[in-house]
């Protein structure tokens, strides 16, 4: 795996792949050139804190990465750095903060995402508890979306198994009126008012553990995609249960045709097609490790009419892996390569879409997150 690095004096080359990788110990970064055959690895960054959410941010000429932190000492904050690693912003900076008036403290930031290229300085952060937050200075400092915060559901909401997260955040890339979120649990929301107002949007989609199977909100979505190229088409897996929305989310069916299971957490979408998604099901929500200890990627290619397992390269025996919702990520280059990690600290990668895999990386604390950037962009290759 080891390489001489790509990145020098914090300066990478166009077209270096990067990963950037939180775990429950701190955050990594591996890289590579454009070839994607050999890796560099550095850190671990925040050494005892754990890491589940990552960004990395090159409007308006900058090459920003972003680390959601958590300290037993700091408590959560979103840290900034401007050249890879070297240096970053103190944990002392509590950027993101609720106001007192509404009762809530942070408990951890779950995702973090950079808005359009025409609006650089924009970025949206989804926490626990479940709140979107927006920063107007490329992540300097942060306020709650209001709508959201003070929703009439908001005290109906409950904690799934990993905390009341808000961990998913879809800007319509046409409309920006309109965003969708999703968290756990509490299902999907979404806006046409640019945050003034939200609404459930769960029709279809299954709550298996509650007495009503198919209710307004209380959902335990686990992770949704899109491609800009089909905005309103929407892919979901939940808490048991695939779906696909063809209406931006106002209806949801069925779409587990031929995997082992429908329970999971990460799904990825192919980054230049949007009929090809890739999932890492699980046994079962009380055994959640590959089913059959057998490590498979599922991908479909007819958006959702068919899945067919990704096994080359992959452990086939004895792999009880775990694989959580932002573990999974793909590069921009012309040919993707698509990357998870997993809860026993390996990472394995395609440089091929998803036909061929090899383990990139191994011995790391359990994985949290994975992020793929090309530098100056992508579509080299």
């Not at 090159?58 to 401007?82: M, P, Q």
């Not at 300097?140 to 959201?148: A, F, Q, R, V």
């Amino acid at each position: 795996m080891r390489s001489t690095s790509p990145i020098s004096d914090g300066k990478p080359a166009r077209g270096t792949t990067l990963l950037l990788v939180g775990t429950t110990k701190g955050a990594f970064v591996l890289a590579s050139d454009a070839s994607r055959e050999n890796w560099n690895l550095s850190g671990p960054h925040f050494p005892g804190e754990s890491v589940y959410a990552v960004a990395y941010d090159e409007r308006n000429g900058r090459k920003r990465t972003l680390a959601a932190t958590r300290s037993f000492h700091w408590g959560s904050t979103i840290r900034l750095s401007d050249d890879f690693g070297e240096t970053w912003t103190g944990p002392e900076r509590q950027t993101v903060r609720f106001p007192e008036s509404s009762g809530l403290s942070l408990v951890q930031v779950w995702q973090i995402l950079p808005g359009p290229a025409d609006d650089p300085d924009l970025l949206w952060a989804g926490v626990e508890p479940s709140c979107l937050f927006e920063s107007r200075d490329a992540g300097e400092s942060w306020t709650p979306i209001d709508g959201l915060l003070s929703h009439e559901h908001r005290p109906k909401w409950q904690p799934g198994g990993g905390g009341l997260c808000l961990h998913t955040i879809l800007p319509h890339p046409s409309d920006k009126r309109r965003m969708l979120v999703a968290m756990s649990t509490g299902g999907v929301y979404r806006t046409e008012d640019g945050g003034k107002s939200w609404r459930a949007s769960n029709h279809g989609v299954r709550a298996e553990f509650l007495p009503d199977k198919y209710p307004e909100f209380g959902q335990c979505v686990h992770k949704i995609v899109s491609h800009a190229a089909k905005p309103d088409r929407l892919f979901l897996q939940n808490h048991w249960g695939l779906y696909r929305s063809d209406d931006w989310g106002a209806t949801w069916h069925d779409v587990a045709n031929g995997v082992p299971s429908d329970f999971g957490f990460c799904m990825q979408m192919h980054p230049h097609d949007p009929d090809t998604v890739y999932i890492v099901p699980m046994q079962s929500d009380q055994f959640r490790c590959a089913p059959d200890a057998k490590l498979r990627v599922y991908r479909t290619r007819d958006a959702g009419a068919s899945w067919e397992a990704l096994s080359n390269g992959l452990p086939q025996e004895q792999a009880y892996e775990t694989v959580i919702r932002d573990a999974f990520t793909a590069d921009s280059h012309q040919t993707p390569g698509v990357y998870f990690g997993t809860r026993s600290g390996k990472i394995f990668g395609s440089r091929d879409a998803g036909d061929s895999w090899a383990e990139i990386a191994d011995s790391l604390p359990p994985v949290c997150c994975v992020k793929a950037a090309v530098v100056g962009g992508g579509r080299d290759r």
